[in-house]
């Protein structure tokens, strides 16, 4: 049974702090790792992906991905208000697998 | 109109009704899915199909059954649902089905209520 895991939160931080965001899973032969935000009542909204070991940066969002330890991660810096939403890890599995999702993290930025 | 759409936003239906879903991408992709959301749980995968096969069913019950009948449009059609069936059900998308294609986008969901 391939697992993505998170922690549910809620990940309080203040406005201009770095929110770090972590997951992990199961499978080693994982290829494709996606972070989604979901907003209260909303569909999941893809904002980063990450294939490679190491950081990839877009605007202020990074994803950090080590395969060794099975970790991936985001951080949001300088985050806002709006930034609070719930944020899913998501993992591709070896093969032509479906995602597999993470229960989420509910982050909470607070002004 | 862009991206993933789903019609109805809302339903409410009973146990004994028959209602549909409907699912329609104006990405290009070819494949798609149907997932559940319930609350306090991960989004649980239901159907893939890609080029209008489906690939996976993941132990889903009879009563929700899919259709696609070409790679832009899914249906899942609902009949003598459960209670605990009510749920946000999402349609999603991708180009392919397959590694470093599997960026999937997702439609605004169904919110679901059986009563």
């Known amino acids: 049974q391939k697992e993505v895991e998170q922690n549910s939160g809620p990940l309080s931080v203040p406005e201009g702090a770095i929110a770090s965001l972590n997951c992990t899973y199961s499978?080693?032969?994982?290829?494709?790792f996606f972070w989604y935000r979901q907003y209260s009542g909303k569909s999941p909204e893809l904002i980063m992906f990450?294939?490679?070991?190491g950081d990839k940066e877009d605007g202020r969002f990074t994803a950090q991905l080590n395969k060794a330890s099975q970790y991936v991660s985001l951080l949001i810096r300088d985050s806002q208000p709006s930034d609070s939403a719930t944020y899913l890890c998501?993992?591709?599995?070896?093969?032509?697998?479906?995602?597999?999702f993470g229960k989420g993290t509910r982050l909470s930025v607070i002004a | 109109e862009t991206g993933v759409t789903q019609t109805p936003r809302h339903l409410v239906m009973g146990m004994t009704n028959k209602k549909s879903l409907k699912c329609e991408q104006h990405?290009?992709?070819?494949?798609m899915y149907w997932y559940k959301q319930s609350a306090k749980k991960p989004l649980e995968l239901m159907f893939v199909?890609?080029?209008?096969?489906?690939?996976e069913n993941n132990s889903v019950p009879s009563r929700f059954s899919p259709e696609c009948p070409n790679s832009s449009h899914l249906f899942l059609h609902l009949h003598t649902l459960q209670p605990e069936d009510s749920a946000l059900y999402l349609c999603?998308?991708?180009?392919?089905?397959?590694?470093?294609?599997?960026?999937?986008?997702f439609g605004p969901g169904t919110r679901l209520t059986v009563t």
């Open positions: 199909y890609s080029l209008e096969e489906r690939v």
């Open positions: 999603a998308s991708s180009q392919e089905l397959g590694t470093y294609s599997y960026e999937q986008y």
């Open positions: 998501a993992v591709e599995g070896s093969g032509n697998t479906p995602l597999v």
């Open positions: 499978d080693r032969g994982s290829q494709s």
């Open positions: 990450i294939y490679s070991n």
């Open positions: 990405l290009g992709h070819n494949a």
